[in-house]
DNA sequence: CGAACCCTTGACCCTAATCAATGCTAGTGG
DNA sequence: CCACTAGCATTGATTAGGGTCAAGGGTTCG
């Protein structure tokens, strides 16, 4: 039952911009931008905040560069992360629905991030059907993902949270990557707390299947 | 924090048809379907399988009259539910990215599906623009309900996770309703054992917030 | 009337949360 | 350069929430 799903990304010719090169190009802008900063491009620092949970939401963000990370707070406080983007990635996109976002979002890295006014946004599906066609999919893709991160939240025992996780961030088998958070926000993403993904971590070193130097990790191939 | 989305659902003037009410028209035939059964329309009894996880994704599918339940089962057979759907909601997308579903879905009572071939959606979103902001909002509605229930499967305790899955179910405080999933359903919904609903619905009970009687549920308004 | 189901309840166990202490870096200012 | 601090990571002891296993009681339907 292991199937390998498509992403619908990549499909279009490169342009240097990971939402265009999945067909998105919600702004009038889009077809002169080259890929750097410039009017409507956002750049936020490491903890920098793309918009916060119950804000009036009137933007829907494109990622184009770095990890940023979906996360929801409840009514008692408790952070959950709901899912890491990255580039070619759609957010914001309760701005098409709702009065406020749903969530907040948090650069795990320096991120750039092409903000889209929604009327732009909703001026331009309404004009270029292909853009319709480019969104859905985006958002078809999302769904998918979404999708992934219930099936570790519900039916997934810690060990096995902790390393799907740390494999999807980790590079090929062998290569050094640095982990964009740390242990706290690890757990948040995974329902889990920093103690506990902590020992995870620890259990994977003592089997073999990890290394870990301070933030950096690797997987090493199974002999 | 308590914030109040709006669906998206029941802004064109009502038609019968609860996918229309949403502007969605995805199939030519649509804008003279007057709602009842004809061609493209499927009925499925209580338990019928609308798709299953890996068939080959051709159709996008359009409730429009009862309740459904997608459930993702993992390699090792264990099944959790991503949602139910009601009338108007989408399910299939994935066929707009991907070469399989996602997921499997069932009828929790007899049902009526619109199925839209994914072809015939293509063509209709690449000449109709109108329909593609229609399928975002749509699709931004999904990802919001599955934004609910990672909040649900995350940080939530199990009492809590029974009390707000019954309370999305029940009708208004005091009227009966009888609900279309039993307790190992309910549990694979909620990534708990039908042991644990049970425990929870009896607490309930001897809280006095809710009355059951066989399948029918109700909660009293509180004093 | 019997046979599937479904629901409930109890006893026990195990995973992960909680509480608490200790080390480890990394940055800051003297 | 060295304390000093603050955040982060690890580890241990204990607890509690929910899973598992098992039995019994209710419905519903042929």
């Not at 009137?58 to 409840?74: Q, S, Y």
């Not at 991160?149 to 810690?158: D, E, H, K, Q, T």
């Amino acid at each position: 039952m292991t199937v390998e799903w498509t992403t619908g990304r990549a499909t279009a010719a490169p342009t240097g911009c990971p939402a265009r090169d999945r067909g998105l190009e919600l702004r009038n802008l889009c077809g002169s931008c080259d890929g750097r900063p410039r009017q409507g491009q956002l750049r936020l620092p490491r903890r920098g905040m793309l918009h916060l949970q119950g804000e009036t939401a009137d933007t829907v963000f494109l990622v184009i560069e770095g990890t940023l990370c979906e996360t929801r707070t409840t009514e008692e406080g408790r952070a959950q992360g709901m899912r890491l983007l990255g580039p070619g990635d759609v957010t914001g996109t309760e701005a098409l629905v709702s009065g406020r976002y749903q969530c907040s979002v948090e650069a795990l890295t320096p991120a750039r991030v092409c903000r889209v006014p929604i009327a732009e946004a909703e001026a331009r599906l309404a004009t270029t059907s292909l853009q319709g066609v480019a969104l859905c999919r985006a958002l078809a893709v999302e769904m998918m993902g979404l999708r992934e991160r219930i099936m570790v939240l519900g039916p997934m025992p810690a060990q096995e949270r902790v390393e799907t996780a740390l494999r999807a961030m980790a590079g090929d088998d062998g290569e050094w990557v640095r982990l964009p958070l740390n242990r706290r926000e690890l757990g948040e993403l995974l329902a889990l707390t920093q103690e506990t993904v902590s020992r995870c971590v620890q259990r994977l070193k003592r089997a073999g299947t990890l290394q870990t130097q301070g933030r950096r990790i690797r997987f090493l191939a199974r002999a």
